[in-house]
Structures are given as C-alpha cells and as structure tokens.
C-alpha cells in the first residue's frame, strides 16, 4: 500500500529563514506529487505539484518542491519565509496508471514568527 | 471559496442521533470524495465516488454510510457514531482521477458526545 512520511511535525522559523520541509513516499510505480496547504480555520489548497517533465516544480506563493526519483522524495523549499506562512503543510501522492485518490502525509506545522 | 460547499460547518451530535453531513460542487467534476482529518494523523480517504458510482471504501465502518445522487452531490450519513469518530470531515473533488488536481471543501466539525 501506498504512504507517505513527513518527517517534520512542527517547525518553528523566523521570517526571512529558508525552509525545507521533507516528504517520503513509498511506491514502487509511476506516481503524481502534490503539496497542499492549508491555513489558519481555511480550505485545503493546491501549492504545487509533479506529474512529468522536469523534476524541480514551482508553485504559488514562492515555494518549489524537487522531485528525487531515487530516494522516493519530493521536499518543498522556500528561499524565504513570511509571517502569513504560518500553516499546516501536507505531501500527497497518487498512482498515476490507476487515477487513485490522494494519499496524505500527517503533515507539517510551520509557525513563522514576526 | 472553492466550488466546494460543505454543510453544516460544525456539528455535535449524541451517540445514538442520525445525522448527514452535505457536500456540493460547482465545478463540473466528475470524482468525489470523503476525507477524515483527525489531530496528528493523516488525512484518512474514507469513501471516493466515480460517475456516481462508489469505487472504493477505505474498510469505513457501516455507521458511516455514503450516497451520491448525482455528480454535483455527496452526503455522508452518520447514525450510531462513537466519540472517537470526532474529526474534520472533508469532501473533494476532481475531474477524473490520477491527473487531476482536487479540490477541497472546508469541512464540518463534528463533535460525538
């Protein structure tokens, strides 16, 4: 069966720092990516996300996330974080072939602090 | 604000009342979706619905018990719930399955007392 790990539960940064949060899935097909966020008391949303194609994706908001086929990982990165960040961030995969639903991480609680 | 309209934001309900919580999309999709979201666990796919026929059921306990009328449509009927049912539960969803973007609902709160 399909999961997927995030290693971080809670991230605690100041603005301006980078951040890198970790995602792992365990998988051996041909798998979709995606990075959705939700915010304070608001909807899951979309950050970005990998089907094909080059494996460095950029999303809204400034984030990105690199696809490493080879360590089964799909991390998202910002250069720089701002206050309004604060959020919970969750990695999801699904099975390309089949169109499965989305598996979820537990996700990661990022607090920026101002 | 999504395309997905979820109702009631928020309920509490006794272990032996019926309840049903509504979701609605406006987006033309044709996949749905039920998510359970529980405090420090993964989101957990409960239910997911094909054009209106239910294609898989993630071993969900019977007191939850789905339906969905039409494509734009899903509920989730609740009877005999258990405290530890208390959790976020979301509807999503997509146009087809394993390429699409989905989208989100905000959930209703539900609190078993």
């Known amino acids: 069966a399909q999961s997927v790990s995030q290693h971080n539960h809670h991230v605690i940064l100041s603005e301006a720092a980078s951040l890198e949060l970790g995602c792992n899935y365990s998988?051996?097909?041909?798998?979709?990516l995606f990075w959705y966020v939700q915010y304070p008391g608001q909807h899951l949303q979309l950050l970005l996300k990998?089907?094909?194609?080059?494996?460095l994706v950029k999303g809204i908001k400034g984030f990105e996330a690199e696809f490493i086929k080879s360590k089964f990982s799909f991390n998202l990165r910002k250069p720089s974080v701002q206050w309004s960040d604060t959020a919970e961030y969750f990695c999801?995969?699904?099975?390309?072939?089949?169109?499965?639903?989305?598996?979820f991480g537990k996700g990661t609680t990022l607090s920026v602090s101002s | 604000e999504t395309g997905v309209t979820q109702t009631p934001r928020h309920l509490v309900m006794g272990m032996t009342n019926k309840k049903s919580l509504k979701c609605e999309q406006h987006?033309?999709?044709?996949?749905m979706y039920w998510y359970k979201q529980s405090a420090k666990k993964p989101l957990e796919l409960m239910f997911v619905?094909?054009?209106?026929?239910?294609?898989e059921n993630n071993s969900v306990p019977s007191r939850f018990s789905p339906e969905c009328p039409n494509s734009s449509h899903l509920f989730l009927h609740l009877h005999t719930l258990q405290p530890e049912d208390s959790a976020l539960y979301l509807c999503?969803?997509?146009?087809?399955?394993?390429?699409?973007?989905?989208?989100f609902g905000q959930g209703t709160r539900l609190t078993v007392v």
């Open positions: 998988y051996g097909g041909t798998v979709n």
């Open positions: 619905y094909s054009l209106e026929e239910r294609v």
């Open positions: 999801a995969v699904n099975e390309r072939q089949a169109g499965t639903a989305l598996i």
């Open positions: 987006l033309g999709h044709n996949a």
């Open positions: 990998y089907f094909s194609g080059d494996p």
């Open positions: 999503a969803s997509s146009q087809g399955g394993g390429m699409a973007e989905a989208f």
